[in-house]
């Protein structure tokens, strides 16, 4: 069975602090996908970030950054120099082959005070 | 502009009032689904489509229906709604698995109030 682990849930810093969001997966496939999502306040879910399981590079996307562990099974997301406007709910899901059932973390809610 | 459409955003209905949530997309994508999230349980998967005519159970598939009869349609119909299925409903699409282009696009959100 495939399971996504956000152990944080909620997350508190003060603007320009970085903040690294966790994501543990679990899958018994070779082939699989992973996703970040952020919720912000207004309800909306914006898709981040894409990663399939044969490719293990890092990503940077201005100050957002993403490490693929499969050793660890690890998703990890990176916020550098964070701002108010990054404050909003983080999902980290998986998809893995043979079907299109996307499992979900329990998202992680991030708020950044001025 | 690409987007998934969902409507109603809100809705307040009474139990047994049989409704549809309509979803469409404009960007050809293959895939098509329906998810729930609740407060403390996360976003579910609740039917999801492959392509035309082809739809199948997510994880919690009970008091729902679906069809797609076209690519771009994707509605959701609650035959006799209860209040156990009060919830933010999103639908989402995207590409098939493979192209560079995979990975899903969510609606807005419907936010159902059954009573």
């Known amino acids: 069975a495939q399971k996504v682990t956000q152990a944080q849930t909620e997350i508190s810093v003060v603007e320009k602090e970085d903040v690294t969001l966790d994501c543990v997966y679990e899958?018994?496939?070779?082939?699989?996908?992973l996703f970040w999502y952020k919720q912000p306040p207004s309800g909306e879910l914006v898709f981040l970030i894409r990663?399939?399981?044969?490719?293990?590079q890092n990503e940077i996307s201005g100050r957002y950054s993403w490490n693929f562990q499969k050793s660890t099974s690890s998703f990890n997301f990176t916020i550098t120099a964070s701002q108010v406007v990054d404050s909003a709910v983080y999902f980290c899901?998986?998809?893995?082959?043979?079907?299109?059932?996307?499992?979900f973390g329990k998202g992680m809610k991030l708020t950044v005070n001025p | 502009e690409a987007q998934v459409t969902q409507n109603p955003r809100y809705l307040i209905t009474v139990t047994g009032k049989k409704l549809t949530v309509t979803c469409s997309q404009n960007?050809?994508?293959?895939?098509m689904s329906w998810y729930r999230q609740d407060p403390g349980l996360g976003l579910r998967q609740i039917y999801y489509?492959?392509?035309?005519?082809?739809?199948d159970k997510g994880d919690v598939p009970e008091g729902y229906k679906v069809s797609r009869k076209e690519k771009r349609n994707f509605p959701l119909i609650l035959e006799s709604p209860s209040p156990n299925q009060t919830s933010l409903y999103f639908c989402?699409?995207?590409?098939?698995?493979?192209?560079?282009?995979?990975?899903?696009?969510f609606g807005s959100g419907t936010r159902l109030t059954v009573v």
């Open positions: 989402a699409s995207s590409r098939y698995r493979g192209s560079k282009d995979y990975g899903y696009t």
């Open positions: 899958t018994r496939d070779t082939t699989y996908y």
């Open positions: 990663r399939n399981s044969f490719d293990e």
């Open positions: 899901a998986l998809s893995q082959g043979g079907s299109e059932k996307l499992v």
């Open positions: 960007m050809n994508h293959e895939y």
């Open positions: 489509s492959m392509n035309v005519e082809v739809t």
